[in-house]
């Protein structure tokens, strides 16, 4: 071949004499790559991270967090808020205007609420102070409108006052004794202002239900001086407690077996105490129409926590003095007509005389008592309907309806 066809050959670095000299510009390039290329990486991955983490803002958008939250119960129209500043209870404590408030005695307490005229100031005054010393809040219902009167008491400033013309205990209890409102208080005695109290000790009595495991309970009523309607209600001597009462004779016969009230699982209305839990079904049962509550005693039991029979009863030891006596329609000081017995109708009313004599009292009386009646057959009707319109709804007492259509 000749001189010019031959390749000129020509080393990668040069004229490089030996391999001494070729490591020297190897190595240093080498390491060049290899820093180029982890912080190539560092960079990459700082960028993944920073995307990621917009990724991750996105994620926490509403849309996500109502996914996210959808099984967290809070209560109705607190949406728009944050969870720990809803307060779902309240009470009927008096805070100061400044400082700070008194200590509590105990760290729970009861509440004792009672529909009050002034004609019953005296009986009440001597009820009230019967329970005061035991930590209750007292709350009175004026249903003559006079609060004013009732200032020269030494407990007066302390008690809660509401007034409403001619309103029951039950309209008050209904709108002023919301479950969420008296929460913080173990049990709730809702009583009428004509219960005489020589022979009952509120504390003694608080002891007995919770030791007995009574959901609904009342005092048993003195026998012989008390207006006795049911024969449930009347005291047993030498008893502590009872939950059913007999009579195999006559009508409404209550029997060992017997499984309903007024046999058992029964308390009547003018005295019923209630636990926390008891009243917070009870007040959802009360009907925001009928006011005189008349037939809501036969169903008080579906509240008792459990079996009726055993957490419904009568405290025989703590007993009180039912005096009977006709407020709402009547005079207050003195009974004017027979209390078990229906009220008189021509043509389907009342007759009332407009005139302000005994015999208009007790034509009011007989309206109002009129009224009850009419507010029973009611409320039982409604049961009835409600009972057949929900068929998710299984009744824990079914031989009560059997007894019924047999």
Request: proline share 5%.
């Amino acid at each position: 071949m000749s001189s010019s066809c031959r390749l000129a050959v020509v080393p990668l670095f040069g004229d490089l004499k030996n391999k001494k000299s070729w490591m020297w510009i190897l190595v240093p390039s080498a390491l060049l790559l290899i820093l180029v290329y982890f912080f190539g990486s560092a960079l990459i991955t700082s960028d993944y991270t920073k995307t990621t983490l917009q990724w991750e803002v996105v994620s926490s958008s509403p849309t996500s967090q109502s996914d996210r939250c959808k099984g967290r119960c809070i209560p109705h129209g607190t949406e728009p808020l944050p969870r720990s500043i809803v307060k779902e209870t309240s009470d009927l404590e008096m805070r100061p205007l400044w400082g700070h408030p008194k200590q509590k005695r105990n760290a729970m307490k009861n509440l004792l609420a009672i529909a009050v005229g002034i004609k019953q100031m005296e009986l009440v005054n001597k009820l009230v102070k019967k329970f005061l010393p035991y930590n209750f809040t007292v709350m009175l219902f004026h249903y003559d409108a006079n609060v004013d009167q009732w200032r020269d008491l030494e407990w007066c400033n302390s008690a809660i006052h509401v007034s409403a013309v001619n309103q029951t205990k039950w309209w008050f209890a209904k709108r002023f004794l919301h479950p969420d409102i008296v929460a913080e208080y173990k049990y709730i005695f809702l009583w009428d202002e004509d219960l005489g109290v020589e022979n009952f000790n509120p504390g003694r009595y608080l002891s007995i239900i919770q030791k007995e495991g009574l959901e609904i309970s009342q005092p048993a009523l003195d026998p012989i001086k008390s207006e006795v309607h049911h024969r449930i209600t009347s005291r047993i001597r030498n008893s502590i407690v009872h939950r059913r009462t007999y009579k195999p004779q006559g009508g409404g016969r209550c029997f060992e077996n017997s499984t309903a009230p007024p046999c058992t699982g029964w308390v009547e209305m003018m005295a019923p105490v209630f636990s926390r839990a008891a009243w917070r079904c009870s007040w959802y049962m009360v009907q925001n129409d009928l006011i005189h509550a008349w037939g809501l005693d036969k169903k008080l039991g579906y509240c008792a926590q459990g079996d009726r029979s055993k957490n419904v009863g009568v405290v025989d030891i703590e007993y009180i003095v039912h005096k009977g006596l006709p407020t709402l329609g009547g005079s207050g000081e003195n009974k004017t007509e027979v209390h078990n017995r229906a009220p008189s109708r021509s043509r389907g009313r009342v007759k009332s005389k407009s005139s302000a004599s005994p015999s208009s009292m007790f034509s009011d009386r007989s309206q109002v008592r009129w009224q009850s009646y009419t507010e029973q057959f009611e409320f039982l009707r409604r049961w009835k309907e409600a009972v057949s319109g929900d068929k998710c709804w299984i009744d824990p007492y079914p031989q009560e309806q059997k007894n019924k259509r047999l």
